[in-house]
């Protein structure tokens, strides 16, 4: 590498700053905003003391299996046990799509082409990009740690943890900066990051499971804080071994830029066969061969997350009873209604609809993507309608997310019945957990097909409302908010802590019905608007 290789690379850095001007304050201060909801929740638990409420936590069999034995028994400890994983999500997220906006999209848009007319270096573009996250995430350590300081926590401890959530955030950069190499779109790259973080979220519960003492902490940044011992142990040398590795994939992505062409990826596609066959003959056929692969590894993850935690599922469920708090969430006594034996499956299957409502938001946007690489202009001015060819996608993404529910569930119940050996009755329970999840998924790709069709360039603000729900729900388990405030996420009425068969069946129905409200006005914007060009 030479200097002149990062020509450019300050002005680029600016250029990436204004452009970010408005996202990258929020997911740098959405991590503080959890450490005061975290410890907002336990504040509130402060009147039957908070040592005995987590010893209590600790010794609870399924809370023990998701968040693993707490680190400290004291505040901030409660903070680094309950908010690391949420924390670790923002990041992980934000990272990501910041690299991919500023490297993959602007090269499918045509930016990085006019950018590389000036005297521009091979590497100032990919420098700038993971020089913002790279900041963007130490600035968000810094905040962690002071907001842990400004309740109490000791200052060695919070800014090392600040630091564990930092070295997560540029893991996840350096993954993205990775991914973009490998293919010629941007929907690959984030489904590389997105995969990487529900395989860390599954990776996390499964190291906890065994008492947060595995390897897997080792190879998975959702668990690098067992490692710091932020509070406990302060082991601070492990920083270097996790900036190591995040400069691992870095250092790959640089070497494999100078390898490919500008819009190009070093995995090159297929070329497609000579004669298309007689099925590949309309916008659906094609819309299904964009997205299959796709649709395919979001079923392999799926199935192989729900078959994993429906296993464990039978067995801790004779472990014992749960904590007060879990058991009384929200004031009742949900665990008798719900059933013990399926209190941690419907946990499980909660947390991995909102995954698929993110699979669903994905599909949706394949839309801009085809939009922004110019094909969307030469089909339209063939023999094909707009609406018919957006309306090809929402199929797909439609009947995609659905399915994805229908196989988990399927996978789900088989192994549950097996395992508790009860298939007959089993089954039918775990099956109607996942399907009840479809309209909340069907939501938020309402809203995505909405914001494209009628304002695509704000699209973004689909993830910022994925994220509310998910903030949402953190902050109800928190008791910050009331359930009537929950009430705004779809997914509270398919809630883990309502028993499948008293299931209010109306907010289902109008859900898929304002579902297709949202995306026939999505439509009508697109069949009304002009389309974007590089040109």
Known sequence: MRASDFTGTKTLFKLFLRRDQFLLPIWILVPSILVFITAGTFAAMATQGLDSVLTEFNKDPLISALLGPAISIDLSGAIVWRGTSQIALVLGIGSLLTVIRHTRTDEETGRSELIRAYVIGPFANLTAAVGLTVIGNLIAGILIGLSIIILGGEPAGSFLYGATMA????????????????RENSGTARGIG??????????????????????????????????????????????????????????????????????????T????????????????????????????GWIVGTVLYIAAFSAISPGLSSTGGMSDWLSSLGGTNWSNEVGLGYVFISISIYLISLFVSFYAMSAVLQ???????????????????????????????????ALLMVIMGVAGGFTYGMIAGNLRNEFWHIFGMCISKIPPVWILLGVTALLYGACPKITALGWGIWLSFTILEFAWEGQIIDWSIMCISPFSYVHYTINILELPLMPLFWMICIS????????????????????
């Open 167 to 182: 070295t997560v955030g540029f893991f996840f950069s350096g993954l993205g900066a990775l991914g973009v190499q490998l």
């Open 516 to 535: 297709v409200i949202l995306t026939g006005i999505g439509l009508l914007g697109f069949r009304n608007r002009d389309i974007l060009t590089k040109a």
């Open 269 to 296: 596609a297929r070329s497609g066969p000579f004669e298309a066959p007689p099925h590949f003959s309309g916008p659906l056929a094609l819309a299904w061969r964009l997205h299959k692969k796709s649709f395919i």
């Open 367 to 401: 839309l801009k993507k085809e939009e922004n690489e110019g094909r969307v202009e030469m089909l339209v001015d063939k023999q094909i309608g707009r609406i018919r060819w957006m309306g090809s996608h929402l199929i797909i993404a439609y009947l995609g997310s």
């Open 194 to 267: 997105i995969t990487a973080l529900g395989l860390g979220l599954a990776m996390a519960i499964l190291n906890n499971f065994r008492g947060g003492d595995t390897f897997l902490k080792w190879i998975n940044p959702m668990a690098w804080q067992r490692l710091t011992q932020p509070f406990a142990g302060n082991y601070g040398w492990n920083l270097l071994y996790f900036i190591a590795i995040g400069m691992i994939f870095t250092v790959i992505a640089y070497i494999l830029s100078i390898h490919r062409d500008l819009g190009a990826g070093i995995l």
